[in-house]
């Protein structure tokens, strides 16, 4: 096998096998001019034992250069996670991010998040940088992928529960003794201008089955907030059928959501076709991020989206283009619980 043959076969084992890592250093000149694409040089190799592998992440301190990081997926939403308790600061710039996020010229990912200390109590802080560069309040698939980032970085075992201080206040994820991870995503927020959104009120002071004009449809939409915006819509006025989510040429569509004028902080929206009242599927349009395969907290916006018009029971399975998610809007105390998987893919580190 020519070497340029065994490094394709190392890559593509390692997306492929998820229980063998890979470990790898990919360099990038994360500062200056743009090099040419010819130039990235790659080298990766297969590590069988997963244990292995993070011990050698975990342990490595080759220079004060390199950056270090574990590549975690929640249902296909990718994430690059950097151990960032020893200080307050990203290691790394928004401008940064967005290089490492590409996928053709950096490691790939929807986003980059950071596992700082905690501030007010809390046991961590989260931050994460979009693939464009972009800081939203939080992430549902990125908190899972946060619990089980410090489940290793602890080296702990069995069903653990962190505090997470967020941009949208404190998060609770609870690692299960089957791996998932079950998060205390708090209230939905369902006032139009803490959303935030220009649509006015339609039911009891929340913005529910509102009229937007996108494209020359009228949609019927629902605003919700779980501390970042999200717009849920199950089809527009005009159409006489119900909405086939998977015929949406989403990459159109997508866009004109996210900077509609009604949402000042631009919008994650999510268009949903009701399989029954406990089963729904959904595609996403994430706010600086695009179409994702996940989106957690677009999950719980949708079912409490669906259960404000009628469609829905308050607990449901979401079908998204990665996988199911288990949301829960329970009534006795409000508050939107989300179960699901995270895992590692591999490790590495950048040299810059």
Known sequence: MSPAAATSFAAAAAVAAPTAPCRGRLRLPLRGAPRAPHRAVVSMAVSAPKSAAAASFLER??????????????????????????????????????????????????????????????????????????????????????????????????????????????IIPEIQSDGQVKVDMGEPILS?????????????????????????????????????????????????????????????????????????????????????????KMRVWERGAGATLACGTGACAVVVAAVLEGRAERKCIVDLPGGPLEIEWRENDNHVYMTGPAEAVFYGSVVH
């Open 61 to 170: 301190r080759e220079s004060g250069r390199a950056l270090h990081f574990v590549k975690y997926q929640g249902l296909g939403n990718d994430f690059i996670m950097v151990d960032n308790r020893d200080s307050s600061v990203p290691k790394v710039s928004p401008e940064e991010a967005a290089k490492l996020c590409d996928r053709n010229f950096g490691i790939g990912a929807d986003g980059v998040i950071f596992v700082m200390p905690g501030v007010n109590g809390a046991d961590y802080t989260m931050r994460i940088f979009n693939s464009d560069g972009s800081e939203p309040e939080m992430c549902g698939n990125g908190v899972r992928c946060f619990a089980r980032f410090i489940a290793e970085l602890e080296n702990l075992q069995g069903t653990h529960s962190f505090t997470i201080h967020t941009g949208a206040g404190l």
């Open 192 to 280: 139009g201008p803490d959303i935030p959104t220009k649509l006015l009120a339609t039911k009891n002071k929340a913005v529910v089955q509102a009229e937007l004009e996108v494209e020359g449809l009228t949609w019927q939409v629902t605003c919700v907030s779980m501390g970042n915006p999200h717009c849920v819509t199950f089809g527009a006025k005009d159409l006489k059928q119900d909405l086939q989510v998977d015929d949406l040429k989403l990459s159109e569509i997508g866009p004109k959501f996210e900077h509609h004028e009604m949402f000042p902080a631009r919008t994650n929206t999510e268009f949903v076709q009701v399989l029954s009242r406990s089963h729904l």
